[in-house]
């Protein structure tokens, strides 16, 4: 393998909306510089890029494929993202590991719900952006307008560097306007007018070089690419180019440009921790410390799992002993590969710039750093589709179970976990169509069926008044009997209630002796007994009773929080008493007393942005008013789009994904984020009762 500078080398994520043509264009790289030499058509599903069989089927991209090719004298590694916003996690990660993002846009469609989340992705991972209208063969296209949609939206700094000649079948090249040739006949634009505003544009990155320009020099060519590589680090500059992979016309302006202005693998300054929590510069030095970061995560059926790293520093090499942020004993790199989709070249050694796979090491995962410092992890969105899953057939609990962990190893908005509260294990994803398409990878791969069905929701309960009560246990059968009496009051105690300050308050605790707080369902517990009316080594067994009544729930079944119980009296017998009966009257007395403190349901309240075009708001805002949504603001977009941000309960947007696509024609998007936990209204507190009676019953 001939080795690459990191100044030679080209790190580049295809990203955009589902349909724009990404893959394609990944594909043919490979097919133009002779990497691959058969054929490939996402169509046919005979792609490159798109090789596992669910992507076959569904014929679009579900995760990342890393490619690599040279042309220009430049190593290009160039990842392949999906589209559909439902797999947004594996562009998320790809996008850390490169430096350069290609925000493609189909000419036909136009700027879609996807391409407006990758482009302010690749803005927070400051990254250089560029814009590529493809698909210019194509029909109904509107240029002018197009161009003005992407200025509306991304800004002025987006500038054509080339313009079509053409478009749909009278599409027949590009023309320049960082140089434009003497003759334009044929083309969409003028290059000659846009090519003043594109210089001036171009040296505005600096001021030494404006100043210059306008005492009428102009820079050279080299001048002007460390200008654009400038401008496209800090955002004030987006080159925009036009291509058709399929017809390849454009194809070859583009990679030349992309190997001109694409930037460099040792352009973008980085920093890490080191050891005393320092920040510090990495240099791209092939002879420093070895700085590496895990971006991908994958487990194939053949050589089980392969973490995708992109190095900054160093030199990595198979065989070699190395830190790691996952593991105290570091970890050995057995092998080394450079990756072509999904086939495997063996390496002994990779520089900085370098995109590599490495297998056989457990304890490296996505975001894990590679050697002595520590880079900053990159984050995922919450998913918040969630369904109740179980094994199909009976005895494979446990292959679901690492089948389901695979999965969570791999994707990192995919989440695995057992409510027990609700009994239910609940996996959740982006989407329905995300929990869909896993569903079919772990019938294929692992060989297990799930059955689904939407899960509970994890509501609470708590009280809205004080309230006191007593209970005596009192058992006699033959021998030792039990005997335990417990007197509790239970005091409201909402959340952010500052602990020490109530339970040293004089006037409603006179006799407090000790006290202590369970952060993790907000729960005071305040010890007021005086005179050894119940001896103090029973004190565990009664707090032991609270929890276990917490745990189980009182009016439907839910968790329990947000309370105070004093214990200021009781009565033991000496002979009787033990700490069985104890627990078993503090259980009680919490049921009774909480029965009487006016019982309460919580339910969660989420955050939710709503993304849709301008005309959609109305439907959107009478939709949220009847699913008991608030609206906190609305900000526009641009580009006729509006964002709508209100609260909502999660009972609410169980199925919100379905709703707003049919509401939006499939241009809606949203997120929805925790809030808080907030009382559930009257009416809807007697269904959930009602229905947690129903369940108890069916179980019995």
Known sequence: MTKFTAELIRNIVLCGHGGSGKTTLADTFLNTTGQVKRPASVDDGTSICDFDEEEKNHKYTIESSITHFTHAGKKFNVIDTPGYPDFI?????????????????????????????????????????????SKMDGDNIDFESLIDSIHDVFGQEAVLFNVPIGHGKDFSGVVSTLNPPADSAGALMNPQKIHESLIETIVSVDDAAME?????????????????????????LIPIFCVSAKSKIGLSELMDALAAYALPANMIKRTAQNANGEEVEIKSDPEGPVVAQVFKTRIDPFVQKINYIRIYSGTLKTGMQVAASSSRR?????????????????????????????????????????????????????????????????GDEAKVSGALTKLAEEDSTFLVERNDQTKQLVITGMSEL????LQERLKRRDKVELDTKEPKIPYRETIQADAAGSYRHKKQSGGAGQFGEVHIRMYPFPGGTDPDAFATDKVRFPQMKSFKHFPENNFLWVDSVVGGTIPANFMPAIEKGFKDRMERGVIAGYHVQDLCVEVHFGKHHPVDSNEQAFKTAASNVFKNVFLEAKP????????????????????ICSDLSTRRGRQTGSESEGGGMQTIKAEVPLAEVMTYSRNLASMTGGQGSYSIEFNRYDVVPGNVQQQVIAAADMQDEDEE
């Open 89 to 133: 996690g594996a562009t998320i990660g790809a996008l850390w590991g490169v430096d350069t993002a290609a925000i493609v846009i189909n000419a036909q469609a136009g700027i879609e719900v996807n391409t407006r989340r990758v482009f302010a992705e690749a803005k927070k991972a400051g990254l250089g952006r560029i814009i590529i209208l």
């Open 212 to 236: 210059k320009y306008f005492e009428g020099e102009l820079p050279n060519e080299e001048e002007l690419s460390q200008l654009i590589a400038k401008g496209m680090i800090d955002g004030s």
């Open 330 to 394: 570091g970890i050995k790199i057995a092998q080394l590969y450079e990756m072509q989709a999904d086939e495997y070249q063996s390496i002994d050694e990779a520089g900085p710039g370098s995109i590599v796979a490495v297998t056989k090491s457990e304890e490296l995962h996505t975001c894990v750093t590679i050697g002595e410092l520590i880079m900053p992890r990159f984050s995922f969105p919450t998913p918040m589709v969630g369904l109740a899953a179980a094994p199909k057939s009976r």
């Open 434 to 437: 995300h929990l869909q398409v």
């Open 600 to 619: 309460s349901l919580l339910e969660p309240i989420v955050n939710l942005e709503v993304t849709v075009p301008d005309n959609n708001v109305g439907d």
